[in-house]
């Protein structure tokens, strides 16, 4: 069965996945932050779920059509963005077993080519590596096109629910800066393209001894 078929609403640009049940948690909000200066840098829509939102369903579902309609909602906006920005809890070492089970459901060629911010949120910095060794190879398997830099949130990076880690939020804006090759319209490339094809030439005129 194709994510398409069930019954859709308009395709967003960017779209964040918390894999926490918890609502409001400090995963959600490390997503709602990154597709936040997402949408803001590129210009393009974006929506945020969580686990939560995919209903009981999801734990008993043994294929994708097992999912409720909403959850297939939800499913179908994750395949259908432009990219994506998901966040995963630690819990005990590892990232959640529902979450993991989200994933069991999607074709595997669904998420193929797909541009993923990976972020995670756990309570001290020994969790820090799970994005490098289970979310990164989690969806490699998929084909994703997961960004080069991760961001990874320890809970004294939050204060009243946000991040207040300036070293967190620089990090964080250059893993969506690395959105750019994916989001920017054509226009937009070849402005950013400009400066380099210029020094190019200019290389080129002194090779030839101009």
């Known amino acids: ?22 609502s409001p948690s400090k995963t959600r ?14 210009d393009k ?12 369903e999801l734990g008993h579902a043994r294929s994708f059509a097992d999912l409720g309609e909403e959850a297939r909602r939800i499913v179908d906006q994750i395949v259908q963005a432009k990219a994506l920005v998901i966040a995963s809890p630690v819990y005990k070492g590892s990232y959640p077993g529902l979450f993991k089970h989200l994933f069991d ?28 060794h289970q979310l990164r190879p989690l969806f490699a398997f998929f084909e994703a096109q997961t960004l080069a830099t991760g961001v990874y949130v320890s809970e004294r990076d939050f204060a009243d629910g946000r991040i207040v880690n300036q070293a967190v939020l620089d990090r964080l ?37 101009f």
Do not use: C, N
């Open 1 to 22: 069965m194709s994510a398409t078929s069930s019954k859709i609403g308009p395709k967003i640009g960017i779209v964040g996945l918390s894999g926490s049940f918890s």
């Open 105 to 132: 459901l999607i074709d595997p060629t669904w998420l193929a080519g797909k541009p993923i911010l990976l972020a995670a949120t756990g309570g001290g910095e020994k969790h820090a590596l799970i994005i490098e």
């Open 45 to 56: 829509s974006a929506e945020v779920y969580d686990l939560g939102q995919l209903g009981h």
């Open 173 to 209: 804006d250059r893993a969506v800066e690395q959105f750019g090759p994916y989001l920017r319209e054509p226009r937009q490339q070849e402005r950013s393209l400009a400066p380099v094809s210029h020094l190019r030439l200019h290389q080129e005129a002194l090779a030839a001894g």
């Open 29 to 42: 909000a490390l997503a709602e932050e990154a597709v936040r200066r997402a949408a803001t840098r590129f």
